[in-house]
C-alpha cells in the first residue's frame, strides 16, 4: 500500500503530558516534507490541537473532541460536527453538579472547566472559562464532555450508560494527567467517522492512512485506517485491535514509527 497520510493521537501518543518532544516534532515535519497529510486527531478541543499544528508547521484538517468535530484551519470551517443531545446533557450536568470531579466541557468555541475551587485564572487558556457549576442553558450544544473523578464516572457509566446507550459514547482514555477520563460524545461522532470525513476533504483513500493511537476512542480510526499504530503503553485490547506497535509515548513512539514508514514503506 502507497501510504499518503498519518492520522495521530495527541494525549499518550504525539504528547508526553503537554509537551511534544523534538523527536516527534521532527519526525512529522519529515513525513510532511516527504509528501505526507498530516492529521491530528485527538479527545481535545480544536484551539489546543491548533496550537500543536503550529509547532509542527501544518494546516490540515483537525479531527477534535474526540471526533465529534473536523476543523479546516484553512477556511475556519467544520466539515463534520455532531452534538450530545440536550437531554443526556441535563442529566450529565445534575450528576457532576452533586459530585466532586472535574469536568471539561466543549461548545461551539469554548471550553468550560467545572472545577471545585475556583483555579488560577492566569494558568488557564484563553478559550477556557472556570465554573463552579454547569448550566444547561448556558452551557448546552456541547461537542464532548471529559469527566474525571471515580465516583461520579461510576455513577454516569451505571445510570447513563444504558439509558443512552443509543445516543451517546462513552470511553474510557488516559488524560495528560495520566489519571483516567471518560470522553463522552454523540454516538454518530467518532474519530473512524472523522476521518473518513478528512479523507474526502483530502481526496484520499482512507487505507492510504496510517493511524496512531494509544485509547478505546482510537480504535475506530484504527478501523478505517490501512494500517494502525498503537503506542508501547496502550491496554493489550486497544494493541490487539492495531496492526502493528510501536514503543510508549514517553520514548517517541510515534517519530519511531514514521521513520519506519519513511525507511520501508510501513509501519
Partial sequence: ????????????TLLVGEDLSSENRDAVRLAHEA????????????????????????????IACSGAQVYLPQSQEDIFDHRLPDTFISE?????????????????????????????MNLLPSEMTWVPQLDVTTH??????????SSVVKEIKDKLGPKFRNEVNIYDSIGPNGKLVIT????????????LACCQHLNIDPLSVVSFGDAENDIEMFKVSG?????????????????????????????KAIHRILDIGHP
Fill in 184 to 195: 463522552i460524545t454523540a454516538k454518530a461522532a467518532n474519530k473512524g467517522k472523522a476521518l
Fill in 92 to 120: 450529565l450536568y445534575a450528576l457532576c453538579n452533586t459530585n466532586r470531579c472535574i469536568a471539561t466541557v466543549t461548545t461551539d468555541t469554548d471550553v468550560i472547566l467545572k472545577l471545585d475551587g475556583q483555579p488560577d
Fill in 1 to 12: 500500500m502507497d501510504y499518503k497520510a498519518l492520522a495521530i493521537d495527541l494525549d499518550g
Fill in 140 to 149: 448546552r450544544a456541547a461537542r464532548i464532555a471529559a469527566i474525571q473523578g
Fill in 35 to 62: 509528501g505526507f497529510e498530516i492529521i491530528i486527531a485527538t479527545a481535545r478541543w480544536r484551539q489546543m490541537a491548533e496550537g500543536i499544528a503550529k509547532q509542527l508547521g501544518i494546516e490540515k484538517p483537525i
Fill in 227 to 255: 494500517a494502525s499504530v498503537a503506542m508501547g503503553q496502550a491496554a493489550d485490547f486497544i494493541k490487539a485491535a492495531a496492526t502493528t506497535t510501536s514503543s510508549d509515548n514517553t520514548d517517541n513512539g510515534v517519530a
